[in-house]
C-alpha cells in the first residue's frame, strides 16, 4: 500500500513502481526511472491506498473523495469495469484495499470518516467480474482499518480498532481473533513466507504512543512488541521476510526497519512531512 509518493510494487526487480497523487496512479521503470504509464484513476480527488497482485496482472486503488475503488490492468491501466461502490452509508471512509495474490479478489477496509457515521464492513469482490462476494464483520466491529491476502491467498488478515482478524477467504468464517492491539491497527501485513503478521497501530493517549507488533501465524503468539512515540501508518516485509518496516507519522515521519530474527531495530530514518502537502 502506498502512501502519497511511496513506492508500492509486487516486485523491486525493475518490473516498474506505483505512484499516486492528484487522482493519478503512475507506473515507473525502477531501472531507467521512466514514467511508462499513468492514468486519472479517481477524477473527483486524490487516490488513496494502492494494491498490486502478486501475478502482476492488476492494481487496485482506492479514492479519498468517493466512497469508491477501482481494478487497471497493470499491463496499460485501463479500468477493468469502471468505479466499484464502497458506499455502505453516511459517514463512511474507504481505508485500505489489497488484491489477491492471484488477481481473483480484492478486498476493501471500510470504516468510518469520523467518531459517527454508519457501520463499515471488509467488502470482497470478485476482480474479474466486479461483483460483491461478500461483506464480512468479523467480531461485529463495524469499523475495518486495514487488510492483507495471506501470501497463498487463502486467508484475509484484517485490522480495526483494537483487534484483529483473520477470515478463511473461501468459506468466509473467523478462524482468528486477536485483541492484543491498543491502538487502531492502521495497516496489517502478512510475512511473504506467511510466518509472521506485522500490527501497526495508531497513537494511544493513555500509553503515551503506538506499538508496533510481530505475530507467529502458526501459533498466534505475539513474539515481540516495539514502542513508538508517535503513530504507525503503514508496515511491509522484506521480500525474504527477514525484516519488517513500520512507518511512523507525526509532524515528522519516522521509518523503522527492524530484523525479525533479531528483534532489533537496524535503522531508523527521518523524513520531513507536512500536514499541507
Given at each position: 500500500?502506498?502512501?502519497?509518493?511511496?513506492?508500492?510494487?509486487?516486485?523491486?526487480?525493475?518490473?516498474?513502481?506505483?505512484?499516486?497523487?492528484?487522482?493519478?496512479?503512475?507506473?515507473?521503470?525502477?531501472?531507467?526511472?521512466?514514467?511508462?504509464?499513468?492514468?486519472?484513476?479517481?477524477?473527483?480527488?486524490?487516490?488513496?491506498?494502492?494494491?498490486?497482485?502478486?501475478?502482476?496482472?492488476?492494481?487496485?486503488?482506492?479514492?479519498?473523495?468517493?466512497?469508491?475503488?477501482?481494478?487497471?490492468?497493470?499491463?496499460?491501466?485501463?479500468?477493468?469495469?469502471?468505479?466499484?461502490?464502497?458506499?455502505?452509508?453516511?459517514?463512511?471512509?474507504?481505508?485500505?484495499?489489497?488484491?489477491?495474490?492471484?488477481?481473483?479478489?480484492?478486498?476493501?477496509?471500510?470504516g468510518r470518516s469520523?467518531?459517527?457515521?454508519?457501520?463499515?464492513?471488509?467488502?470482497?469482490?470478485?476482480?474479474?467480474?466486479?461483483?460483491?462476494?461478500?461483506?464480512?464483520?468479523?467480531?461485529?466491529?463495524?469499523?475495518?482499518?486495514?487488510?492483507?491476502?495471506?501470501?497463498?491467498?487463502?486467508?484475509?488478515?484484517?485490522?480495526?480498532?483494537?483487534?484483529?482478524?483473520?477470515?478463511?477467504?473461501?468459506?468466509?468464517?473467523?478462524t482468528r481473533s486477536?485483541?492484543?492491539?491498543?491502538?487502531?491497527?492502521?495497516?496489517?501485513?502478512?510475512?511473504?513466507?506467511?510466518?509472521?503478521?506485522?500490527?501497526?497501530?495508531?497513537?494511544?493517549?493513555?500509553?503515551?504512543?503506538?506499538?508496533?507488533?510481530?505475530?507467529?501465524?502458526?501459533v498466534w503468539s505475539?513474539?515481540?512488541?516495539?514502542?513508538?512515540?508517535?503513530?504507525?501508518?503503514?508496515?511491509?516485509?522484506?521480500?525474504?521476510?527477514?525484516?519488517?518496516?513500520?512507518?511512523?507519522?507525526?509532524?515528522?515521519?519516522?521509518?523503522?526497519?527492524?530484523?525479525?530474527?533479531?528483534?532489533?531495530?537496524?535503522?531508523?530514518?527521518?523524513?520531513?512531512?507536512?500536514?499541507?502537502?
Amino acid at each position: 500500500q502506498a502512501e502519497d509518493g511511496i513506492r508500492d510494487s509486487s516486485t523491486s526487480r525493475g518490473l516498474g513502481d506505483v505512484y499516486k497523487r492528484q487522482g493519478y496512479i503512475r507506473v515507473w521503470n525502477t531501472t531507467t526511472g521512466q514514467n511508462t504509464r499513468s492514468v486519472i484513476a479517481v477524477s473527483n480527488g486524490g487516490a488513496g491506498k494502492l494494491s498490486w497482485s502478486d501475478d502482476g496482472r492488476f492494481i487496485g486503488v482506492t479514492s479519498q473523495a468517493a466512497d469508491e475503488v477501482d481494478i487497471y490492468y497493470a499491463s496499460n491501466l485501463t479500468s477493468l469495469h469502471g468505479a466499484l461502490s464502497s458506499d455502505v452509508g453516511g459517514g463512511d471512509f474507504t481505508y485500505d484495499i489489497d488484491v489477491s495474490p492471484d488477481g481473483s479478489k480484492a478486498a476493501i477496509a471500510i470504516g468510518r470518516s469520523g467518531n459517527g457515521g454508519t457501520n463499515g464492513v471488509v467488502r470482497v469482490i470478485d476482480v474479474i467480474n466486479g461483483t460483491v462476494m461478500q461483506n464480512l464483520n468479523p467480531g461485529g466491529e463495524d469499523r475495518f482499518h486495514s487488510v492483507d491476502f495471506s501470501p497463498s491467498g487463502s486467508h484475509i488478515a484484517i485490522g480495526t480498532v483494537g483487534d484483529y482478524y483473520v477470515v478463511d477467504a473461501s468459506s468466509w468464517a473467523t478462524t482468528r481473533s486477536e485483541s492484543a492491539p491498543a491502538g487502531t491497527v492502521n495497516s496489517i501485513a502478512w510475512s511473504p513466507s506467511g510466518e509472521h503478521i506485522a500490527i501497526c497501530e495508531g497513537y494511544v493517549q493513555n500509553q503515551g504512543g503506538s506499538r508496533l507488533r510481530i505475530f507467529e501465524a502458526d501459533v498466534w503468539s505475539n513474539t515481540w512488541t516495539k514502542s513508538a512515540s508517535t503513530s504507525c501508518y503503514s508496515s511491509d516485509f522484506s521480500p525474504d521476510g527477514n525484516q519488517v518496516v513500520f512507518g511512523l507519522g507525526w509532524y515528522a515521519a519516522d521509518l523503522s526497519l527492524i530484523h525479525i530474527g533479531r528483534c532489533r531495530r537496524l535503522l531508523t530514518c527521518r523524513s520531513r512531512w507536512s500536514p499541507y502537502h
